[in-house]
């Protein structure tokens, strides 16, 4: 069985500009693809059609990013007026921060074997 990680890589050939980015901040959480959809608004099966549009507008990035979180103005400094300067949201516990970054570990370290 193919780990999530190596499918995850092989499909991003398939994406580019901004559909590319919210594909790749998706992919780096935690959370399932159904569940960041829904809490930005959309369907699951429109989010995939969002990872194939590179020029996705500001507010649908906006709306994942927030739904993630995500801070997109990284990469596109003309979204910063809508993202905490905050990395973290306040609402989650320490375990729960604990717990994302050691996923977050755990696949990086995948990533390299």
Do not use: C, W
């Not at 801070?71 to 604990?98: C, G, H, Q």
Request: overall charge positive.
């Amino acid at each position: 069985m193919v780990s999530k990680d190596i499918k995850n890589r092989s499909n991003s050939h398939k994406f580019s500009g901004r559909g590319l980015s919210l594909y790749r901040a998706v992919t780096l959480s935690i959370e399932k693809n159904s569940d960041i959809a829904m809490r930005a608004g959309y369907q699951p099966n429109t989010m995939y059609g969002h990872f194939r549009n590179p020029g996705l507008s500001d507010a649908i990035l906006v709306k994942y990013g927030k739904a993630i979180p995500f801070d997109f103005s990284i990469e596109y400094p003309e979204l910063a007026p809508y993202f905490k300067a905050s990395l973290t949201e306040t609402n989650k516990s320490y375990e729960e921060l604990k717990l994302q970054l050691e996923d977050v570990q755990q696949r990086y370290t995948s990533l390299l074997e």
